[in-house]
């Protein structure tokens, strides 16, 4: 019962972890894209 308990507090804290970083990883996407966009509207 305890490993069983063990194992479940890792996986749950290791699929926080991964929704964090996926979600950091969204946002870091979206300014990379804003900044394209800005520097290709300045090209025009």
Not at 12 to 28: E, F, K, P, W
């Amino acid at each position: 019962m305890r490993k069983i308990l063990g194992l479940t507090t890792i996986a749950a804290a290791l699929l926080v972890a991964g929704c964090n970083t996926i979600s950091g990883m969204g946002r870091d996407v979206s300014s990379v894209g804003k900044t394209v966009s800005k520097t290709a509207d300045g090209a025009k």
